[in-house]
């Protein structure tokens, strides 16, 4: 009597099709491939173009006559000066303390809401729901807004910079999905223990959401990374602007902002555009870095927080 012994399936191969999907065919992996080497190209070339010109010395931009496709020698001198001291490196800690100190805020104000819409017995649950969707589509208008902020008395100030756009709405009812699809078995046993909502918030709650906290507390930070409108509008100071209205000036205006930078792009010991491609990729490093870190919590917690609720 012979006994058969399947093997296991090896790591890197993809699982048994359904018997009613066709197997693909050689001409539809092609093509397949085909469109995804024209995507990969599409969005990887003008980054490569970028980071290339950024490292290049100033004599291979100007043998290229702009930007660079191929490295001719690679500098850091860009890089260095831009990080040297002065209005860059003040810009970027203040968008990094913009970021850091709104996603906190964002993501408390938006938890804390999304847990008292989820519980069906909160106090007007219904009206507040119904105010917070009308907001999504009626806005008050950007004059309102801005006297608002100035009789508060917040113009110049970082707080406006988070204050105007600390919630969203959309975000917080992706919270208030996957909050409710949560077991409520959970919560009552709690309760019954003497558990108060705050403590069920931060011992059960969150712990079970990791996913769709991490997906939305990117969201909120690439937002408050990249926002520049609300600081041309309300901050006159310049030592106050955070980085991305540094880098707006240095390319719409083609002028080295930059204390000390002007003097030496036009003497020509630095590259206007080699420092404009080098505060770009400043500007990418941390929306590069964390996305991978949060790419993994995207489909469950995008789609079971959209899904459910």
């Not at 409710?180 to 712990?207: C, K, N, Q, V």
Request: glycine letters at 10%; one cysteine or more.
């Amino acid at each position: 009597m012979s006994v058969t012994v399947e093997r296991p399936r090896p790591a890197w191969r993809a699982p048994d099709r359904p018997v009613w999907e066709e197997a693909p065919t050689k001409a539809g992996l092609g093509a397949k491939g085909l469109v995804l080497l024209v995507c990969c190209v599409a969005v990887l070339g003008p980054l490569w173009v970028v980071i290339v010109t950024s490292l290049s010395p100033k004599h291979a931009i100007d043998s290229a006559g702009g930007l660079v496709l191929w490295p001719d020698g690679f500098t850091f001198v860009n890089y260095q000066e831009l990080l040297s001291g002065g209005q860059v490196s003040r810009a970027m800690l203040v968008s990094l303390g913009i970021t850091g100190f709104g996603t906190l805020f964002s993501m408390t104000v938006s938890v804390l809401a999304a847990y008292g819409l989820s519980r069906p017995g909160s106090f007007a649950h219904r009206g507040l729901l119904m105010t917070l969707m009308v907001t999504m589509f009626f806005t008050a208008g950007l004059i309102p807004t801005y006297l608002l902020v100035q009789t508060l008395g917040l113009t110049d100030s970082y707080l406006a910079l988070i204050l105007p756009s600390a919630v969203s709405v959309f975000n917080i009812l992706v919270l208030r999905g996957f909050f409710m699809g949560i077991s409520p078995e959970l919560t009552d046993s709690a309760r019954i223990d003497g558990a108060g909502d705050l403590r069920i918030l931060w011992t059960i709650i969150m712990p079970l959401s990791r996913a769709v906290l991490a997906v939305i507390s990117l969201f909120y930070a690439v937002a408050y990374w990249s926002a520049w409108f609300n600081a041309m509008i309300y901050i006159d100071d310049p030592e106050k602007l955070p980085l991305q209205n540094v880098l707006m000036q240095l390319v719409q205006k083609n002028t080295a902002v930059p204390t000390g930078l002007g003097q030496r792009v036009t003497s020509g010991e630095l590259s206007a555009l080699g420092l404009q491609m080098a505060m770009m990729v400043l500007a990418l490093l941390p929306v590069a870095f964390a996305s991978p870190f949060v790419q993994r919590h995207f489909k469950k917690g995008m789609l079971t927080g959209a899904v459910k609720g």
